[in-house]
Nanobody
Framework: QVQLVESGGGLVQAGGSLRLSCAAS????????MGWYRQAPGKQRELVAT???????NYADSVKGRFTISRDNAENTVYLQMNSLKPEDTAVYYC???????????????????WGQGTQVTVSS
């Protein structure tokens, strides 16, 4: 009934930039906090950045000063601007929504801890 679709991943040289987007689709009436997580091969998924519906942000220490998370509530979209990329940023990046409220017929339903399918980011040295 709802989807989170990431885009913007790819291959970039160290020092370069990428901008990830995550659009939520469906008959959505509310989205709480959204965030970006990443998982490198052989490692656990880790938090990159989160943003509340009111715009309060939180970043992993490893990306502070390089990455910027933002959102467009009217478009149900969250972005991740990644600058000064390093090879250690290579991972699959996943979009997450803390909760999504949506209509299914005449019902108001919620999905919690909802994930996108991921987008690959590869940074070459």
């Amino acid at each position: 009934q709802v989807q989170l679709v990431e885009s913007g991943g790819g291959l970039v040289q160290a020092g370069g930039s990428l901008r990830l987007s995550c659009a939520a689709s469906g008959r959505i009436f509310s989205i709480n906090a959204m965030g970006w997580y990443r998982q490198a091969p052989g490692k656990q998924r880790e938090l990159v950045a989160t943003i509340t519906s009111g715009g309060i942000t939180n970043y992993a220490d490893s990306v502070k000063g390089r990455f910027t998370i933002s959102r467009d509530n009217a478009e149900n979209t969250v972005y991740l601007q990644m600058n000064s990329l390093k090879p250690e940023d290579t991972a699959v990046y996943y979009c997450n929504a803390d909760s999504i409220g949506y209509y299914s017929g005449s019902y108001r339903l919620y999905e919690y801890d909802y994930w996108g399918q991921g987008t690959q980011v590869t940074v070459s040295s």
